[in-house]
T-cell receptor
Framework: GENVEQHPSTLSVQEGDSAVIKCTYSDSASNYFPWYKQELGKRPQLIIDIRSNVGEKKDQRIAVTLNKTAKHFSLHITETQPEDSAVYFCAASNSGNTPLVFGKGTRLSVIA | ETGVTQTPRHLVMGMTNKKSLKCEQHLGHNAMYWYKQSAKKPLELMFVYNFKEQTENNSVPSRFSPECPNSSHLFLHLHTLQPEDSALYLC???????????FGSGTRLTVV
């Protein structure tokens, strides 16, 4: 089955700096890669996703890149703000066929 | 609310009790999931229902028993739990399996 590894487990950045979180996956059949943000005491929320036919996707300060050959994908947050502080999870699936498998999460702290 | 409602929000139960967690979605989604979130294993898949049929049981102990009477409702029946079962239990749904989850707010379970 699919295995998703996520690094780093914790990340601290200064406000205004960029943050990068990286994930690798094992199943070459996976074709859907979402990222979720979970604030303290709240539910995970989808912030961006990418499919295997696309190499990069951007939404304002958030971008995701995918390298299918290397089986890794990354989340990039630019101009970080204190409200970006949360736990971020990456995930992978074969859309329509298998459930999402999540990474172990990255706790991001943005220091004002 | 997100469209996925979980009740109760908090539950304290003894090891000999029987209780049930409820999840309800009116998003027209066809797949529903139970995930266990704890410090040791964040977002651990438990059960998957696709069009009311259970398609995955991720080696979950029999003291957890799922039920999906229709596409909008999902239950998790609990009996003779152990203290290590204390965790946040998250329900999610999606239009098709493994794609674009919407999470509920979770049930914080404490087994005493």
């Amino acid at each position: 089955g699919e295995n998703v590894e996520q690094h780093p487990s914790t990340l601290s950045v200064q406000e205004g700096d960029s943050a990068v979180i990286k994930c690798t996956y094992s199943d070459s059949a996976s074709n859907y890669f979402p990222w979720y943000k979970q604030e303290l005491g709240k539910r995970p929320q989808l912030i961006i996703d990418i499919r295997s036919n696309v190499g990069e996707k951007k939404d304002q300060r958030i971008a995701v890149t995918l390298n299918k050959t290397a089986k890794h994908f990354s989340l990039h947050i630019t101009e970080t703000q204190p409200e970006d502080s949360a736990v971020y999870f990456c995930a992978a699936s074969n859309s329509g066929n298998t459930p999402l498998v999540f990474g172990k999460g990255t706790r991001l702290s943005v220091i004002a | 609310e997100t469209g996925v409602t979980q009740t109760p929000r908090h539950l304290v139960m003894g090891m000999t009790n029987k209780k049930s967690l409820k999840c309800e979605q009116h998003l027209g989604h066809n797949a529903m999931y139970w995930y266990k979130q704890s410090a040791k294993k964040p977002l651990e898949l438990m059960f998957v229902y696709n069009f009311k049929e259970q398609t995955e049981n991720n080696s979950v102990p029999s003291r957890f028993s799922p039920e999906c009477p229709n596409s909008s409702h999902l239950f998790l029946h609990l009996h003779t739990l152990q203290p290590e079962d204390s965790a946040l239990y998250l329900c999610a749904s999606s239009h098709k399996q493994g794609n674009g989850y919407t999470f509920g707010s979770g049930t914080r379970l404490t087994v005493v």
